[in-house]
């Protein structure tokens, strides 16, 4: 069982940045892809971004590319989540999550997820 727990939500003006982290404990998750997806009220779950084992590959939804950068830390069981300039649309619960299987950084699925951290933009 891993359990994951984001943290570094909250709320920021436009064109500012927050930083979310991402702890895992339970199992190691050192070969787990691990990500970021987020949910608006009334929307789609929506993909952010994904790193893989070893964090040497990303992959990001195109309406965060050069914005945010994902990144895991040393011990390879912490995520992070870098934001910047964010906009009012960047609005929504973001969770992490983890998935075994194959090594790239895409998540359509996942095996773990965490309980979400807010995230809002005013403008």
């Known amino acids: 069982q891993v359990v994951l727990v984001e943290s570094g939500g909250g709320l920021v003006q436009a064109g500012g940045s927050l930083r979310l982290s991402c702890a895992a404990s339970?199992?190691?998750?050192?070969?787990?892809?691990m990500g970021w997806f987020r949910q608006a009220p009334g929307k789609e779950r929506e993909f952010v971004a994904g790193?893989?084992?070893?964090?040497?590959?990303?992959q990001y939804a195109g309406s965060v590319k050069g914005r945010f950068t994902i990144s895991r830390g040393n011990a390879k069981n912490t995520v992070y989540l870098q934001m910047n300039s964010l906009k009012p649309e960047d609005t929504a619960v973001y969770y992490c999550?983890?998935?075994?299987?194959?090594?790239?950084?895409?998540?359509?699925?996942?095996?773990?997820r965490g309980q979400g951290t807010q995230v809002t933009v005013s403008s």
């Open positions: 999550a983890a998935r075994g299987g194959q090594d790239t950084p895409i998540l359509t699925w996942y095996n773990y």
């Open positions: 790193i893989s084992w070893s964090g040497g590959s990303t």
């Open positions: 339970g199992r190691t998750v050192s070969e787990y892809v």
